[in-house]
């Protein structure tokens, strides 16, 4: 017969474990940007025109037990576009990922931030707009 106790334990000890992996990695800060020069980003508000050519996605990162990885996941009309692997050396570390955006794929776009578990940590949102929109256009 099936001890209920030691399975309980196992199971917990195993919950535990997951938790605390899961939470060694977490984003400090998320912005997007037009470009990052010297680690730092320039940034762009979440209203971007359709010419910017490229988006940024610059991260900064604490981990309790470097080094470890993180992913940027990019998608566009909630369809996964890309999915980038950045390493993170440092416990306190910043690092980027760029998506070229081609001029006719405006709408909604998202990038999901998620530890090595592939657990999300983080998510931006924007919206890429045709640039004769201009109007519209937040870039703070």
């Known amino acids: 017969m099936i001890d209920i106790k030691k399975v309980l334990i196992v199971f917990l000890s195993f919950f535990l474990f997951f938790k605390a992996y899961s939470e060694e990695t977490e984003v400090i800060s998320l912005v997007l940007a037009k470009s990052v020069k010297n680690r730092i980003p320039d940034t762009i508000g979440?209203?971007?025109?359709?010419?910017?050519?490229?988006?940024?996605?610059?991260?900064q990162i604490?981990?309790?037990?470097p080094p470890t990885y993180i992913y940027h996941v990019w998608y566009?009309?909630?369809?996964?576009?890309?999915r980038i692997r950045l390493y993170?050396?440092?416990?306190?570390?910043?690092?980027?990922?760029?998506k070229t955006v081609p001029p006719?794929?405006?709408g909604s776009w998202k990038v999901v931030?998620?530890?090595v578990y592939g657990n999300r940590l983080a998510e931006k949102s924007f919206k890429v707009v045709n640039a004769e929109e201009g109007d519209?256009?937040?870039t703070d």
């Open 113 to 115: 931030v998620e530890d």
């Open 46 to 59: 979440d209203v971007i025109p359709n010419n910017i050519g490229r988006v940024y996605l610059w991260t």
């Open 104 to 106: 006719t794929w405006t």
């Open 136 to 138: 519209e256009l937040r």
């Open 88 to 98: 993170i050396k440092y416990p306190v570390f910043r690092t980027w990922s760029f």
């Open 76 to 82: 566009y009309k909630n369809k996964e576009v890309a």
């Open 62 to 65: 604490k981990a309790n037990n």
